[in-house]
């Protein structure tokens, strides 16, 4: 499904109008782009709404830029970020030219290990966003369409998953069964944050299988599956998605704590919360930049996946129109 | 309302009952497990690492009955000594020992010992609580205050500058790691400026005896405000820390349940009548935005209690999140079973009451 607009479809072809309006007649005209809108599909109004909301945008570009740095800026950046030259002065050396970020104790870059970092930071944080919400969907779906016991035990390990004060849980998963690799943190991370999502699922699917098209879609004999994948999920994704896009932003910040209290990526891998793990002895000696870099990159990044999950959430409301 | 109140005490039986079963599967599936780390240590001899695993029902090598039974034995329900479910008075053994029940388990409140320290697990846990609740309950209290006058005044003042600017800082604030917040308020304030303490909780050369022990308490009552005043400078960054992140959600959960408000029927009815706004928005608009906010409250308890590990670990203050982190990196198993426990069932806990004071508070929702 294509998230980007048609531009034929934009530019408001006369698709059902009988009469065909003149151009140079504006109140026609207005009256023909409103004929076009209904032709658009769900995605092509979510981008046009998702469009016109600045910060959204800015967060969006913010991103791609940051996923863009993530791909190529291990290539680009001259520094290796595991490489120990040993510093010339104690505590590292403040930011210059040659090293914009400063350098570390042991007279590492801290730009080459900002600039490495997002790598792992933002492929946790994105995959493990997929897994929750592919998990989520699924047993939110279950629940919400079989109801009855399946939904009930279900729920009741939601609710489990709630109740557990969940950075106690991750800092033992990650202690014990990390073992400091990527790929089982994007596990841990992902499998401890779906149930967020499968409750949203769940609800939509409460409300929706009472719904008037779904009970038209029935009353014509189509089948339950189809119901679900057709008519109830597209309907419910919404909610998900500014949900996923929230699972993405606080997964990052986990890792980067994990990562700092040392739990999380082993030494020998860069991420932004690897980054930071000294950085605190480093403060008592007035060295702030092993401190701010990182934590500004965790921030920034953040905070831009925030702005474009408040750009969806508006975008994504059916309730909102143009 | 007794019917749904009974009704969601017997849903969070079987959440308490995956919460138990989840803390033991972490713990006890670890590599390493428990066994291994009494190994470890030289304090220790033999025959005490038989007797301790005897009373735990610890089996080297179990299977998965011994793994059941393991479980059963922690929680309290069979009992380890005489290797049945009844007790050594012959009833089942989880009743209250007055009741003739066992003593193990954590039913009975034996949440059993430190594998490092060699303390039951229990006392501990007590040992760190006030320093906890000190931190967590003014980060509570000051939290509420500020969330809620600054989600009101932005309502209220929509589109002001003073509403623009909470808006901006709250987005600010939700994007910041918490714990690099407190790095950097160390750096400032702690490191540079010199105004506040960055460690611990009191300053321990000034006092005779450490935080929460007796010869603490009972110097601190013979001359209580120098002990107040060494407290309070020592809470000043890691209360910041804790609740700023947090306020910068609720203040916008707050506005816009104001907002909801506001645009409420009986809102200008209330104008209409000549009410000062004064008075619309206090006794109007607020009552009736409180509703939300007040459940909200209720379960930001349990992120709090979260956040209590961070702000713990990045300033040393001795409360049970920094407790949890010296087990993690111990590999306590027990102590990390009951930390978890109990921070899990004061979440249920706090959930219900604050369901039921919403099903209380609120006539209008009907719950059958």
């Known amino acids: 499904m294509a998230i980007y607009p048609d ?112 790598r792992i930071s933002v492929a946790i944080g994105g995959i493990s966003m997929l897994i929750a919400g592919i998990v989520g969907v699924g047993v939110g779906a279950i629940a919400g369409y079989f ?62 299988r009472e719904s008037d098209f779904v009970e038209a879609a029935r009353a014509v004999g189509v089948k339950d599956a189809r119901i679900t994948f057709r008519h109830i999920l597209p309907n419910a994704i919404g909610p998900v998605i500014v949900a996923m896009t929230l699972i993405m932003a606080s997964n990052i910040v986990l890792e980067a704590f994990v990562s700092y209290l040392n739990f999380g990526i082993s030494p020998d891998q860069t991420s932004w919360g690897n980054a930071l793990a000294n950085a605190q002895s480093a403060l008592g000696l007035g060295n702030w930049w092993w401190a701010f870099f990182p934590g500004m990159a965790i921030a920034i990044t953040v905070m831009a996946i925030n702005f474009v999950g408040d750009g969806l959430r508006d975008a994504l409301d059916p309730r909102t129109r143009l | 309302m007794t019917q749904y109140i009974v009704r969601r005490v017997i849903q969070a039986i079987p959440v308490l009952f995956l919460i138990s079963v989840v803390s033991f599967v972490l713990m006890m599936q670890a590599p390493g497990g428990p066994a291994a780390q009494f190994n470890q240590n030289p304090h220790i001899s033999p025959a005490q690492i038989n007797k301790w695993l005897a009373d735990w029902c610890l089996v080297r090598q179990p299977t998965v009955m011994d793994t059941v039974r393991e479980y059963l034995g922690w929680l309290g329900v069979w009992n380890c000594t005489g290797g049945s479910f009844l007790s050594a ?69 929509r589109y002001s500058f003073f509403d623009q600017s909470v808006t901006f800082v709250s987005y600010v604030f939700y994007s910041l790691p918490t714990f690099w917040l407190g790095l950097i308020l160390i750096f400032i ?17 000034n006092t005779p005896a450490p935080f929460a022990t007796s010869a603490y308490w009972a110097a601190f009552a ?32 707050v506005r816009s349940a104001m907002l909801d408000s506001l645009h409420q029927d009986y809102v200008r009815t209330a104008r209409a009548k000549g009410i000062s706004e004064r008075q619309v928005i206090v006794r109007h608009a607020f009552r009736n935005a409180m509703l939300p906010i007040l459940t909200n409250l209720a379960l930001e308890i349990a992120f709090l209690f979260s956040g209590a590990i961070v702000t713990e670990t990045v300033f040393s203050w001795p409360g049970m999140g920094r407790l949890y982190y010296d087990g993690v990196n111990a590999r306590d198993y027990f102590l ?33």
């Not at chain 1, 959204?56 to 001259?78: D, E, S, T």
């Not at chain 1, 520094?79 to 050396?93: E, F, H, K, Q, R």
């Not at chain 1, 570390?104 to 870059?109: A, P």
């Open chain 1, 7 to 118: 531009p034929t479809a934009l530019s408001g072809g006369p698709a059902t109008t009988a009469a065909g309006p003149t151009p140079a007649d504006v109140a026609q005209a207005d009256a023909d782009v409103e004929v076009a809108l209904e032709s658009l599909g769900q995605w092509q109004l979510a981008w046009r709404r998702f469009r016109k909301h600045r910060m959204a945008m800015v967060g969006l570009g913010f991103f791609v830029f940051m996923v863009l740095v993530a791909i190529f800026g291990p290539i680009i950046v001259p520094y290796d970020p595991l490489n120990i030259p040993g510093s010339t002065i104690p505590g590292g050396m403040p930011p210059s030219l040659a090293h914009p970020f400063g350098t570390d104790n042991d007279g590492r870059d801290v730009f080459a290990m900002v600039v490495n970092g997002a």
């Open chain 1, 147 to 208: 109801g009855g016991w399946v939904d009930n035990v279900l729920m009741r390990v939601v609710d489990t998953f709630f109740a557990i004060p969940l950075l106690f849980v991750i800092l033992v998963a990650a202690r014990f069964f990390g073992e400091g690799q990527v790929t089982s943190l994007i596990l841990i991370f992902g499998l401890l944050s779906w149930p967020i999502i499968a409750r949203l699922v769940r609800a939509s699917f409460l409300s929706l």
């Open chain 2, 89 to 157: 008075h012959g009833l089942p053994n989880f009743l209250p020992a007055f009741l003739g029940g066992g003593t193990n388990g954590i039913l009975h409140g034996d949440f059993g010992y430190s594998i490092e320290t060699g303390q039951p697990v229990l006392q501990m846990i007590l040992a760190r609580l006030p320093a906890t609740l000190i931190l967590m309950g003014t980060a509570f209290v000051l939290w509420a205050t500020i969330a809620i006058l600054a989600g009101v005044l932005a309502a209220v003042k």
């Open chain 2, 189 to 205: 304030f702690g490191v540079t400026l010199r105004w506040f303490p960055v460690q611990g909780i009191v300053n321990v050369r």
């Open chain 2, 222 to 253: 013979a001359n209580p405000l120098p002990y107040l005043y060494d407290i309070g400078a020592h809470l000043v960054l890691p209360v910041v820390t804790l609740i700023a992140v947090s306020i910068a959600g609720d203040s916008r959960f």
């Open chain 2, 336 to 368: 990390l079973m009951g930390i978890l426990l109990i921070g899990s069932v004061l979440v249920v806990v706090m959930n219900l009451v604050a369901d039921i004071a919403y099903a209380i508070a609120d006539p209008r929702i009907r719950y059958d």
